[in-house]
């Protein structure tokens, strides 16, 4: 058996942990929105049309803020489509996934299910094909309070008060040759920065992300996050990160993805940081990663991409992903990697929160199910609350071909001071067999002893198990034993296996 170790230690902080880090995403792509969350005819469908069955699984899933309404999709969208009566709302061409956007769903619908899920509204602004002009009407139309055209026509759409809304992406992945509008970072940074400066001429409240790589290995990665931080620095709040991962048949490499989102997050706040120097400020910019998940994007790419002149469906089945025990394995180390980070990432969004690579998924007048992805998500976000601490892991290596050496085990632990309680998570990436983890409680004194334990885990002797239409409960989280020997605590972590490990109030 592999062996590990970490330390518990209040005093090991790494930074406090921002609840817009449990973030996800909602984009208008196949059936996110409709026959996602929206849809009219369903058994559950309250008076607004919306899935209750949904809302309570996102509910559970503990999603802080949602970003909206892409992605791609937001580079060609016009948001005066997306509001007003409905029936006079123009059907449009998505450019950006081949489909037809029928407005059915806008800003107000959107808000509207918000409330009912309790989450923040974080929304996108399209620097694709548009502009300064229409990123500050939105603005108005969004949050001023009344008596200015714009405003008004709010007011008459139906919502009295304003969203308020106080987080903004400035356009999404602008470096990437897919993206409607792709600049180089030096059109980019001046866009971004004209509007960022707009829209705080009306709002210096607000908080603004502009766009960073669409991956680590973009080529114009680092490059393009100096370019576009030396000329909106003054202006923005965040820069973003995306990244996505899938398994290609290297599983060892696969499991480590977190070594690349680390590296990932190390050169942009370095980059970050550089500019901060450079200019003489003293303001740091925080990472928004906006984008994060598995894809298999070979599947999209070769299998589900709409093609043809007179083929535009309505919300079709697009990168409808099932995951398996090893990708939520792996998508638990991500959240790991990020609560490791949490005094510079401070915002997150997992890609995408219903059907399109999504940890819940529905049929159309059928059941709602969790995918296996669901449970590190709800876990993390439910338990991984406070502060964010050091544990200071030591485990053995295996060799990648993608990373070269990688810690068979990673993990953080987290403190919420308020309920006095605390959090291990940690992943085993160890494919042979178990590994014993040792979790060292010297540090939490007499404290440790009337602390309740509870550890469950994700793991399964079949790491390609899935939940599915058919089999919606064959995964979830299980009890694991442990043992207690004085101030060190004893776990068995499966391999390739996310944990947790709970210490609360009994
Ligand atoms: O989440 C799916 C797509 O991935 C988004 O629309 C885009 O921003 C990214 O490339």
Redesign the pocket.
């Known amino acids: 058996m592999h062996a590990a170790r970490l330390t518990l230690q209040p005093a090991a902080s790494i930074g406090a942990i921002s609840p817009r880090l449990y973030g996800s995403?909602l984009?208008h792509?196949g059936r996110a929105v409709y026959d996602g969350i929206y849809e009219p005819g369903h058994p559950s469908a309250d008076a607004d049309g919306f899935r209750t069955d949904v809302i309570e699984l996102v509910k559970e899933l503990g999603v802080s803020a949602v970003r909206y309404p892409?992605?791609?999709?937001v580079s060609g969208f016009r948001w005066e489509d997306s509001v007003g009566p409905r029936g006079e709302r123009p059907r449009r061409l998505d450019l950006?996934w081949h489909t037809t956007e029928t407005n059915e769903v806008g800003l107000h619908e959107f808000q509207a299910w918000l409330d009912k899920v309790g989450s923040e509204l974080m929304l996108a602004v399209n620097l694709g094909t548009r502009g300064v002009q229409e990123a500050l009407d939105l603005l108005e139309y969004a949050n001023h309070r009344g008596g200015t055209a714009l405003s008004e026509q709010r007011i008459a759409n139906g919502r009295t008060e304003p969203f308020d809304v106080r987080i903004w992406c400035l356009g999404?992945?602008m470096d990437?040759p897919w993206q409607l509008g792709h600049s180089t970072a030096e059109e980019y940074g001046r866009l971004a920065a004209k509007t960022a400066g707009a829209m705080k001429a009306y709002d210096p409240d607000l908080e603004l992300v502009v766009c960073g790589s669409?991956g680590s290995s973009m080529p114009t990665f680092g490059e393009w996050e100096r370019v576009t931080l030396t000329e909106t620095y003054e202006h923005v709040e965040y820069i973003s990160c995306?990244a996505y991962y899938e398994n290609t048949g290297d599983l060892g490499s696969f499991l480590a993805s977190g070594v690349d989102m680390d590296f990932f997050i190390r050169s942009v706040i370095a980059t970050a940081d550089h500019v901060k120097a450079v200019r003489g400020s003293d303001k740091s910019i925080d990472i928004s990663f906006d984008?994060w998940n598995i894809w298999y994007i070979s599947r999209f790419e070769n299998v589900d991409r709409i093609t043809g002149v007179d083929n535009w469906p309505i919300a079709p089945r697009l990168?409808e992903d099932t995951y398996s025990v090893a990708d939520a394995v792996v998508f638990g180390s991500l959240l790991i990697t990020m609560l490791k980070h949490a005094d510079r990432v401070t915002s997150a969004s997992l890609?995408?929160l219903v059907n399109v690579?999504a940890p819940i998924m529905t049929e159309p007048g059928g059941a709602a199910w969790r995918q296996t992805t669901f449970f590190p998500f709800a876990a993390t976000s439910a338990h991984g609350r406070g502060v964010a601490l050091d544990a200071a892991v030591s485990s053995g290596t295996y060799r990648t071909e993608k990373f070269g050496e990688v810690a068979l085990v990673d993990a953080v632990a987290t403190h919420d001071e308020e309920a006095g309680t605390y959090a291990v998570f940690a992943v085993n990436r160890a494919v042979d067999g178990p590994t014993e983890l040792v979790v060292d409680l010297t540090a939490l004194g007499a404290r440790a002893g009337e602390l309740e334990v509870t550890v469950r885990t994700l793991s399964d002797p079949d790491i390609d198990a899935a939940n599915t239409r058919e089999d919606p409960e064959r995964v979830a989280l299980t009890d694991l034993p442990f043992t207690r020997d004085g101030d060190l605590l004893r776990v068995e972590l499966p391999a390739v296996s996310w944990t947790e490990i709970l210490l609360t109030n009994p």
């Open positions: 995403f984009e792509l892409g992605g791609n999709f950006a999404n992945e990437g669409s995306h984008e990168l890609a995408q690579i």
